[in-house]
């Protein structure tokens, strides 16, 4: 069984693959985009992508995968991360002119950063801004991210736990094939996305449609459409599965408010991962 995901080893997506599927061989990649088509073209069996932080919010690029392609969401599992501060022998906080990491890790450590003037370089994933820092040698750079990705390229942690929430958690989702099914557990909740047609009140009659059948939003929010300016989607999650009565009731109504009804996929919620490697994880 092969799983992709964006980045490569000492990085949280990879830290997160492992815990989900401990004997399945990981497949990284530079890019969400990529590691969801190994799947969709049949080359991964699954694939692991974070969806929301509990302080920098949702994973938009991710979130527009979710609605322009054929996945399914199959389990969601929340990791805490502690964000550290890394660099080269002999770096120190005042050396430090510069900090590269992924640009939700750079967020979840604005206060830090700020406090001490550093300018900033957005990159593509936590563990390759470390081995950057490894490679170019340089004791006015410094990456942030993970315990693990200092012992694994060498670099020296020049402060820990710099997130400014102690509760800093990173939730990922696992896509497979509709027709594909690796994780066996019981479903709860279901993530639907949908666009409204265009007449005044369809978003108040679509929420309005959803709790009338008794489901519960535990997350609604919008996002542009990419392709059509100034139309947009919304993501919701919704306690409770769909495939009942009740939810293919709910269904057939929200067509009459809604052009686009697409059910991602349903999982069950909290499921927490890594608890006692977790200081060991970043984005």
Same mark, same amino acid.
């Given at each position: ?6 980045? +490569? ?10 815990? +989900? ?22 080359? @991964? ?38 964000? @550290? ?13 510069? &900090? ?8 979840? @450590? ?96 679509? +929420? ?10 535990? &997350? ?37 408010? @809604? ?25």
């Amino acid at each position: 069984m092969k799983i992709s995901y964006s980045g +490569i080893e000492g990085s949280f997506a990879a830290m997160a693959s492992e815990e +989900i599927f401990p004997s399945a061989e990981k497949v990284a990649c530079r890019t969400f985009r990529e590691a969801y088509e190994k799947v969709e073209q049949g080359l @991964c069996e699954a694939c692991v992508l974070p969806i929301e932080n509990s302080y920098a919010g949702e994973v938009g690029q991710v979130s527009d995968l979710m609605f322009s392609g054929k996945l399914k969401v199959t389990g969601v599992y929340e990791l805490r991360v502690n964000q @550290c501060l890394l660099g080269v022998n002999g770096t120190t906080e005042d050396t430090i002119k510069t &900090v590269m990491s992924h640009p939700q890790a750079l967020e979840q @450590c604005g206060d830090h950063i700020a406090r001490y003037g550093y300018n900033v370089i957005p990159y593509e994933n936590t563990a390759r801004a470390a081995k950057e820092v490894a490679e170019k040698g340089d004791v006015t750079l410094a990456a942030i991210g993970s315990r693990s990705a200092a012992k694994l390229y060498g670099l020296t942690i020049i402060a820990e736990d710099i997130n400014e929430s102690s509760q800093n958690v990173t939730r990922f989702a696992v896509f497979e094939k509709p027709e594909t099914t690796t994780t066996m557990q019981p479903m709860q909740n279901t993530i639907l996305i949908f666009t409204i047609r265009d007449f005044a009140g369809a978003l108040a009659r679509a +929420i309005s449609i959803i709790g009338k059948h008794n489901y519960n939003m535990r &997350v609604i929010r919008s996002r542009p459409v990419k392709d059509v300016n100034w139309q947009y989607y919304f993501y919701t999650e919704i306690e409770g599965h769909l495939d009942t009565e009740e939810g293919w009731r709910m269904l057939e109504q929200l067509k009459t408010a @809604c052009e686009m009804i697409k059910v991602v996929g349903t999982y069950k919620p909290d499921i927490r991962i890594g608890e006692v490697e977790s200081k060991e994880s970043n984005v």
